[in-house]
């Protein structure tokens, strides 16, 4: 199965910037969809943003104009780069990856501090 690493997480105040990467351990194709779902203490895990086929977006409304998702097929990477960051933001970040099955990262952690 794919392996997922991701990086870039860590301590931020409240306005600050971030940019988290997931990488796959093998070649992924342009039409296989990845993206990043959040996981804050106590709640529920839930999809952040997709990048799917064409690279068509999609975000949950609360990051719409401050994240943004991109991804780099030569290099089997996606990324979220993330602006304005607010102390609700605070989780854990998985990456995804679809490919006739769901592959998860091992998630990073993103705190924002006020």
């Known amino acids: 199965q794919v392996q997922l690493v991701e990086s870039g997480g860590g301590l931020v105040q409240a306005g600050g910037s971030l940019r988290l990467s997931c990488a796959a351990s093998?070649?992924?194709?342009?039409?296989?969809?990845m993206g990043w779902y959040r996981q804050a203490p106590g709640k529920q895990r839930k999809l952040v943003a997709r990048?799917?086929?064409?690279?068509?977006?999609d975000y949950v409304d609360s990051v719409k104009g401050r994240f943004t998702i991109s991804r780099d097929n030569a290099k089997n990477t996606v990324y979220l780069q993330m602006n304005s960051l607010k102390p609700e933001d605070t989780a854990v970040y998985y990456c995804?990856?679809?490919?006739?099955?769901?592959?998860w990262g091992q998630g990073t952690q993103v705190t924002v501090s006020s």
């Open positions: 995804f990856l679809e490919t006739g099955y769901v592959a």
């Open positions: 093998e070649s992924i194709f342009a039409i296989n969809p």
């Open positions: 990048i799917g086929t064409g690279g068509r977006t």
